[in-house]
């Protein structure tokens, strides 16, 4: 079984567009995180969620909105695609103790994105 | 969180053993050590992290100075499936954001 899986593999649109990148995780996780890679292949976090609620917002634009309908799932919505954000995103999970400790992360196989 | 400092890269024979070397000089006394890993084309990986004893598990080892200033991950037996680059992160357990730095490139050569 997947214990992080994302939809779509790959991506392909037109600047302008506006897409959405799925993120599911059959862990039992409370908190998701969504990473981007860029091209020169850094690794950086956009957001995370605890049980729904937003914890980390990193300085990225306002035109990635993440959604978390329930604790399985981090949707990442992209409005009005542009060329830099060709990327590799990651989603990834992690469990919080009772005290309050993040265990180690478990990341999903990333989503391709090219914004043509 | 404590910035860290390793090398871009580093070869290594199939059936040696791998050391990875990190430099956490500013480490303060509540942060962790964790190490993941990043396959070509795949997602990171955890592999280990520890808080100032040496840790042991199925895939890797490690050895943490007395000072915590730096610290080896050991893969005892490098396989060719090891090539990957390899992240030293310095972080709280009460954190939940990962830094990951440049990382260093292990290629494991048969």
């Known amino acids: 079984d997947t214990a992080v899986s994302q939809t779509p593999k790959y991506l392909v649109t037109q600047m302008g567009n506006d897409k959405s990148i799925k993120c599911e995780q059959n862990?039992?996780?409370?908190?998701m995180y969504w990473y981007k890679q860029d091209s020169k292949k850094f690794l950086k976090i956009m957001f995370s969620y605890n049980n729904k609620e937003l914890i980390i917002n990193e300085t990225v634009p306002n035109r990635f909105s993440p959604k978390s309908p329930d604790k399985a799932h981090l949707n990442l919505h992209i409005n009005s695609l542009e060329l830099g954000d060709s990327a590799v995103y990651f989603c990834?999970?992690?469990?919080?103790?009772?005290?309050?400790?993040?265990?180690?992360?478990?990341f999903g196989p990333g989503t391709r994105l090219t914004v043509l | 969180d404590a910035k860290t400092t390793q090398p871009t890269s580093m070869d290594c024979a199939e059936g040696r053993a791998a050391n990875l070397p990190c430099n956490h000089s500013?480490?303060?006394?509540?942060?962790?050590v964790y190490w993941y890993r990043q396959i070509h084309s795949q997602g990171p990986q955890y592999i280990i992290h520890?808080?100032?004893n040496n840790e042991t598990n199925e895939m890797a080892s490690l050895i943490i100075t007395e000072d915590r200033k730096s610290s080896t991950l050991i893969l005892p037996h490098a396989t060719l499936r090891d090539t990957a680059v390899y992240y030293c992160i310095v972080k709280k357990t009460s954190g939940s954001r990962l830094t990951f730095g440049e990382g260093t490139q292990l290629t494991v050569n048969p």
């Open positions: 500013t480490i303060s006394g509540n942060e962790y």
């Open positions: 990834a999970s992690s469990h919080v103790t009772s005290g309050g400790s993040y265990n180690e992360q478990f």
């Open positions: 862990l039992g996780h409370d908190t």
């Open positions: 520890g808080l100032k």
